[in-house]
């Protein structure tokens, strides 16, 4: 059984940093693209950066390019996403998952874990 568990969120000040990790388990990790996706109120879900099982390129939107970095170990099985220069915008429920095409695209993610609150706030 595919099982992603997130972990790392939390109020932050804006320009602070966190570090959200994403354990997996029951799947073979290293050959699975791995996305962070975030849902904000009241608005729909995006990717903010994936990172490809293939040749582990990675991509990001404008939006958090420069200010956020995904990596993953697979000898741990896990996935991170180092946050930094963070901004009240950044703030939603912050998601791992996984899915075995190139892309990160939510509809072709195979599995999700439960999410992690991020609150970017004074």
């Known amino acids: 059984q595919l099982q992603l568990v997130e972990s790392g969120g939390g109020l932050v000040q804006p320009g602070g940093s966190l570090r959200l990790s994403c354990v997996a388990s029951g799947f073979n990790f290293e050959h699975y693209s791995l996305g962070w996706f975030r849902q904000a109120p009241g608005k729909e879900r995006e990717v903010v950066s994936c990172?490809?099982?293939?040749?582990?390129?990675?991509v990001y939107p404008d939006s958090v390019k420069g200010r956020f970095t995904i990596s993953r170990d697979n000898a741990k099985n896990t996935a991170y996403l180092q946050m930094n220069a963070l901004k009240p915008e950044d703030t939603g429920v912050y998601y791992c998952?996984?899915?075995?095409?190139?892309?990160?695209?939510?509809?072709?993610?195979?599995?999700w874990g439960q999410g992690t609150q991020v609150t970017v706030s004074s």
């Open positions: 998952a996984a899915g075995t095409y190139y892309y990160c695209s939510g509809p072709l993610m195979n599995s």
């Open positions: 990172i490809h099982g293939s040749d582990g390129s990675t």
